[in-house]
């Protein structure tokens, strides 16, 4: 069978899933670590808020195959992957249930990771923004959903390792070239996302960031000198 090559995964779609590992898994260590650690959680954190926030717009202005019209979940598409009928590049529609499942839940950690307090020394940068119950509650919220985030990776990693060793279809190796050998002659290279939708991505991701870190908040005015 005559096949070819396509790219199908952009850099910053790859770089995206990448880093994501790396910041998830050091956000995961450092959050159990805690103590001085809870630091360094904290700039892990913000790092992956970043990321979530250019992975979305990404998602609109990037490649083919990374925008999220291409691999939106519709009933239809997912009756005909379960029919054998799916024969595509890019995430097939039950991976992408996956993959909005994923970034769903990474945003509730981070978002909630924002306004959170480790009741000693350390807040996320929103944590002024609201009361401390709330602040509390927000916390508890961030505690619960890393199991969730443990057991959906677990899943995703075993989706992956299902791929590989039964269906014979490496999904990792495109997803570190940005890669794929096709068969099908009507299956076309990934297309957009250039320099000025990079450009773009980054620029909202920026002004994401701003908010995230809470930079807009006012400094608290200094305490009124000591009376003698
Ligand atoms: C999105 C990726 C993140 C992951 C996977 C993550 C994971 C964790 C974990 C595992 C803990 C320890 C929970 C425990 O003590 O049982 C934790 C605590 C904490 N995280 Fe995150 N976190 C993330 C993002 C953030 C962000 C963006 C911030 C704020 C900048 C943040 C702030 C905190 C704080 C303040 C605590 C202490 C909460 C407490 O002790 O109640 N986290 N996180
Ligand atoms: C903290 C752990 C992980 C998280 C949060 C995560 C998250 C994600 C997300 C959000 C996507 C969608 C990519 C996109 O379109 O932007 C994805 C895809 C993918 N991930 Fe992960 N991932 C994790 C770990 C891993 C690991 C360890 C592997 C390798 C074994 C892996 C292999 C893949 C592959 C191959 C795809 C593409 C699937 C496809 O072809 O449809 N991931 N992952």
């Given at each position: 069978?005559?096949?070819?090559?396509?790219?199908?995964?952009?850099?910053?779609?790859?770089?995206?899933?990448?880093?994501?590992?790396?910041?998830?898994?050091?956000?995961?260590?450092?959050?159990?670590?805690?103590?001085?650690?809870?630091?360094?959680?904290?700039?892990?954190?913000?790092?992956?808020?970043?990321?979530?926030?250019?992975?979305?717009?990404?998602?609109?202005?990037?490649?083919?195959?990374a925008r999220f019209a291409d691999f939106v979940p519709t009933p239809g598409r997912i009756g005909s992957y379960l029919r054998g009928q799916w024969n595509r590049p890019g995430h097939?529609?039950?991976?992408?249930?996956?993959?909005?499942?994923?970034?769903?839940?990474?945003?509730?950690?981070?978002?909630?990771?924002?306004?959170?307090?480790?009741?000693?020394?350390?807040?996320?940068?929103?944590?002024?923004?609201?009361?401390?119950?709330?602040?509390?509650?927000?916390?508890?919220?961030?505690?619960?959903?890393?199991?969730?985030?443990?057991?959906?990776?677990?899943?995703?990693?075993?989706?992956?390792?299902?791929?590989?060793?039964?269906?014979?279809?490496?999904?990792?190796?495109?997803?570190?070239?940005?890669?794929?050998?096709?068969?099908?002659p009507a299956h076309e290279p990934a297309r957009g996302g250039g320099t000025v939708a990079f450009i773009v991505a980054l620029a909202l991701t920026a002004a994401v960031l701003y908010?995230?870190?809470?930079?807009?908040?006012?400094?608290?005015?200094?305490?009124?000198?000591?009376?003698?």
């Open positions: 069978m005559n096949t070819r090559k396509i790219r199908i995964w952009d850099l910053p779609t790859r770089l995206f899933h990448w880093l994501l590992v790396v910041l998830v898994v050091a956000a995961y260590v450092t959050g159990q670590m805690g103590g001085s650690m809870i630091e360094w959680h904290g700039r892990a954190g913000v790092a992956i808020t970043g990321l979530l926030a250019f992975r979305i717009v990404w998602g609109i202005v990037g490649s083919t195959y097939n529609p039950l991976g992408a249930l996956s993959v909005f499942a994923l970034l769903a839940i990474m945003i509730f950690q981070a978002v909630t990771g924002l306004f959170s307090n480790d009741e000693i020394a350390f807040s996320g940068p929103l944590r002024d923004l609201v009361s401390s119950a709330t602040s509390d509650q927000l916390s508890g919220l961030h505690r619960q959903n890393y199991w969730v985030i443990i057991v959906f990776v677990a899943l995703h990693v075993g989706a992956v390792m299902f791929y590989a060793l039964v269906k014979k279809d490496d999904l990792v190796k495109p997803m570190i070239t940005g890669v794929k050998e096709v068969a099908d908010f995230a870190t809470g930079s807009f908040i006012e400094p608290p005015p200094p305490p009124p000198p000591a009376a003698w």
